[in-house]
């Protein structure tokens, strides 16, 4: 049998990409994807045809092009980010979309049209250590068009690229204002990134086990929470890191999108009742690695891992650690109810839905039955059930809450000094329409915890039917800050569009709301209020379609008459503030009954 020989070429590699595209989009997915396809034909395309070279395929935010001259490759890249800037001049930073380029020298692989191989790769690596409107280019190519440019090419030394086996020397080309306004490495200002602000990616799972991912997530949640603790830090919550997990991560692209500084990685390895977890901190501003260890430890010893832990990530970042109040001898060192939990949290991470949560149930209340006072368990089962009675899924709404209460209490009970179970009590209180002591209670939990993201969208919630909408309206932006890429990230966004809403403000309101619905197509709230809103502002076509889009969600109300018996509070502030939802409602086609 014959072998098949490929063809290989030397050629010039250009690829681009969007910085911030996912920021982007989750504030316009359609509009961001608009804005890049006009991008693409007017500008970028022309551009390489210009420079005889040839666009080998789209990428979804970006391009891969190839040039059979380095110095086109080079001269296109520049003109690019010129013509970006130009198209840009008159938008606001938020709103920009800005290219990263990385262009490399190599032999490659063609195979159907598509190229292939090491200077593919290192190419693409480049582009992500670019800074936003700039371009990152290999030593090779460097050498091949010096003295052909009166732009200044910045040595930026040798780098250590993802998936790459050897240091590539770098050098950064900055065009126009960028090289004496943008900072170096591609970091906002320091000034406007926390000193202690970090994120944990979801750790490796090294056990060749698929089925032991729920327990890696679990160790992963868990420190993320441990970290939060640490005085004055700013960390990324995991709702939002999860977002990364199986990805391809350039730590800088990270500390970029989401302004922070540190980067933790890790793995896991489970055997047994054996775990090991290897852990390193890197400098996300350089990329240089801090600190790093490994710990072995028992399954029934994980919570005194994870101490350990953050312990050790406290001295490399040199801070101190909040002092230690939480009674941890009363939390649970069965490691089958620590499984069990893991498990539980594993059905959550798959989604909201109705089976998902039913799942999640049967696993906490299987981890209760092997340790009654597990901490954990009794907290995270009452913030379900909780959530299952204001997703209207619960079948025995009393008997679900009276549940959720007594194992909220008795979680807080066991350790005072949790911030989760003061901020699961709130709900719970909330739920009970008691919105003063919900409001202590989710206050309570950001005092001891400023990170805990959903405690804010608590506090917000609770404020806003108890008639302090406009005081809300900061706490549903902190929830958005500090897990900007949250799978429940709508909830800010529709909090924020209620309040406006409320307040008289419909125009932010509908632009908030369509945010939310964005989101999550099929969160009904959002439809609900945003049907008003339009009736409100006398746009009957778009009031009569939001309010079809939330009748097919299949809500409980579907009149006026059941919105009001269903109403979440009888505070008289929020009752008068609720008679523009229901005038709106009707002007939308609402039936009264």
């Not at 110095?71 to 198209?87: K, L, P």
């Not at 960390?235 to 999108?257: L, P």
């Not at 579907?558 to 502030?573: G, N, V």
Request: charged share 25%; hydrophobic share 40%; net charge negative.
């Amino acid at each position: 049998m014959g072998t098949e020989r490929l063809e290989r070429r030397l050629t010039a590699i250009l690829a681009a990409d969007v910085a911030g595209y996912t920021r982007l989009t989750g504030m316009d997915e359609e509009g961001t994807h608009l804005q890049l396809k006009e991008h693409l034909r007017v500008l970028v395309d022309p551009k390489v045809s210009e420079h005889r070279g040839h666009v080998v395929k789209n990428t979804g935010d970006g391009i891969l092009a190839e040039f059979n001259s380095v110095v086109d490759a080079v001269r296109c890249a520049i003109d690019v980010q010129r013509g970006m800037a130009e198209r840009n001049a008159s938008l606001p930073q938020e709103k920009r979309i800005e290219f990263r380029i990385g262009i490399n020298v190599g032999d490659v692989i063609i195979d159907c049209g598509d190229i292939f191989g090491d200077g593919v790769n290192v190419a693409v690596r480049l582009e992500g250590i670019a800074e936003p409107g700039g371009i990152c280019v290999s030593n090779p190519v460097q050498e091949y068009v010096r003295g052909q440019f009166e732009i200044p090419f910045e040595d930026v030394g040798e780098q250590w690229l993802k998936n790459i086996d050897r240091p590539i020397h770098a050098y950064a080309i900055k065009i126009g204002a960028q090289a004496s306004l943008a900072p170096s490495n591609g970091m906002p200002p320091v000034s406007s990134v926390p000193r202690l602000s970090m994120i944990v990616l979801p750790f490796v799972n090294l056990s060749g086990d698929p089925g032991q991912d729920y327990f890696v997530d679990g160790v992963t949640e868990d420190l993320t929470t441990e970290l939060s603790r640490l005085a004055g830090s700013f960390v990324i919550a995991h709702s939002t890191a999860f977002t990364f997990k199986g990805k391809s991560v350039d730590v800088k692209q990270v500390a970029r999108e989401l302004g922070i500084r540190y980067v933790i990685e890790g793995n896991v390895r489970k055997a047994g009742q054996r775990v090991r977890v290897g852990v390193q901190l890197i400098n996300a501003e350089n990329g240089t690695h801090l600190w790093a260890d490994r710990f072995d430890r028992e399954i029934s010893e994980l919570l005194e891992l994870q101490d350990a832990i953050t312990v050790e990530l406290a001295h490399a970042l040199d801070v101190q650690l909040i002092e230690a109040e939480s009674r941890r001898s009363e939390r649970s060192t069965n490691p089958d109810a620590v499984d069990l939990v893991m498990r539980a949290r594993a059905h959550l991470y798959h989604g909201v839905s109705r089976s998902n949560t039913v799942a999640a149930i049967q696993q906490y209340r299987a981890a209760l039955q092997l340790a009654p006072d597990d901490v954990r368990a009794l907290a995270e089962l009452a913030d379900v059930l909780a959530s299952n009675i204001a997703s209207l899924w619960s079948e025995a709404r009393d008997e679900d809450l009276r549940q959720a209460e007594a194992m909220s209490a008795r979680a807080l009970a066991l350790d005072p000094s949790d911030p989760y179970c003061h901020h699961v009590v709130g709900i719970v209180l909330s739920l009970q329409q008691r919105f003063r002591e919900a409001i202590d209670e989710f206050e309570a939990a950001i005092r001891l915890n400023p990170n805990l993201h959903f405690a804010h969208c608590g506090l917000g919630s609770a404020k806003v039917l108890s008639g302090l909408g406009e005081e809300a309206l900061v706490h549903f932006t902190d929830f958005i800050r500090l897990s900007p890429r949250d799978p429940f990230l709508f909830r800010g966004y529709s909090g924020i569009g209620w309040v406006q809403f409320l307040l008289g403000d419909d125009v932010r309101a509908i632009a908030m709301l369509r945010k939310a619905i964005g989101l999550s197509p099929n969160y009904s709230l959002a439809h609900l209020c945003l049907a008003a809103a339009h009736g409100m502002k006398g746009h009957a076509d778009e009031a009569s379609a939001a309010l079809v889009n939330y009748l097919r969600t299949g809500p409980s109300a579907r009149t006026i008459r059941e919105l009001q018996f269903l109403r979440p509070s009888k505070h008289p502030s929020y009752l008068a503030k609720c008679e523009r939802l229901y005038e709106g409602l009707r002007k939308a086609g609402m039936p009264e009954r």
